[in-house]
Antibody
């Protein structure tokens, strides 16, 4: 069955760029009709949608994060990635990748701290 | 932006009780609404998709209804394993928004 696994740096300094990758197994990221998403959850708080990329390469971002977010796909590696620039402590969160609606990764904690 | 107002923010109920959570969208989202269950330290789990469809493998005590702007999620008979936080999520017009969440506790 489809599985997603996040990886990347767990500690990022303020003002730097957060980079995460989601490896997809059990299915092709190039399969038509699906979107591939990033969602985050600050400690003790609710879920916040970051954005998604379609198999076509079209991207859609949360307006509140749009100026700092880039989501891309690497079809050769069957994975997609998140970059969030100019991070602050407010970006500390568990970051999830997902193929909506029902397939989610386990999440990875990213802490922004000097 | 489409805003989702979910209520209540927390709820305490007894085993066997009927539990209802509501979500109201700031504009018509048709049936583009999902319901998730999240337990501590875990990723959200899809329970209901497209407002009223039960995800495969999810117990039938969970149900959803509604369309347009008003949606309801129901647990017909609360079980101890249902203790979790529940979220609605809309996905209309190329944007996604989550409700604030409902923390469900056992009395």
């Amino acid at each position: 069955q489809l599985q997603l696994q996040e990886s990347g740096s767990g500690l990022v300094k303020p003002s730097q760029t957060l980079s995460l990758t989601c490896a997809v197994s059990g299915g092709s990221i190039s399969s038509g009709g699906y979107s591939w998403s990033w969602i985050r959850q600050p400690p003790g708080k609710g879920l916040e949608w970051i954005g998604y990329i379609y198999h076509s390469g079209s991207t859609y971002y949360n307006p509140s994060l749009k100026s700092r977010v880039t989501i891309s796909v690497d079809r050769s590696k069957n994975q997609f990635s998140l970059k969030l620039s100019s991070v602050t402590a407010a970006d500390t969160a568990v970051y999830y990748c997902a193929r909506p609606p029902g397939h989610w990764g386990q999440g990875t904690l990213v802490t922004v701290s000097s | 932006d489409i805003q989702m107002t979910q209520s209540p923010s927390s709820l305490s109920a007894s085993v066997g009780d009927r539990v209802t959570i509501t979500c109201q969208a700031s504009q018509d989202i048709s049936n583009y609404l999902n319901w998730y269950q999240q337990k501590p330290g875990k990723a959200p789990k899809l329970l209901i998709y497209d407002a009223s469809n039960l995800e495969t493998g999810v117990p039938s005590r969970f149900s959803g209804s509604g369309s347009g702007t008003d949606f309801t999620f129901t647990i017909s008979s609360l079980q101890p394993e249902d203790i979790a936080t529940y979220y609605c999520q809309q996905y209309d017009n190329l944007q996604v928004t989550f409700g604030q969440g409902t923390r469900l506790e056992i009395k």
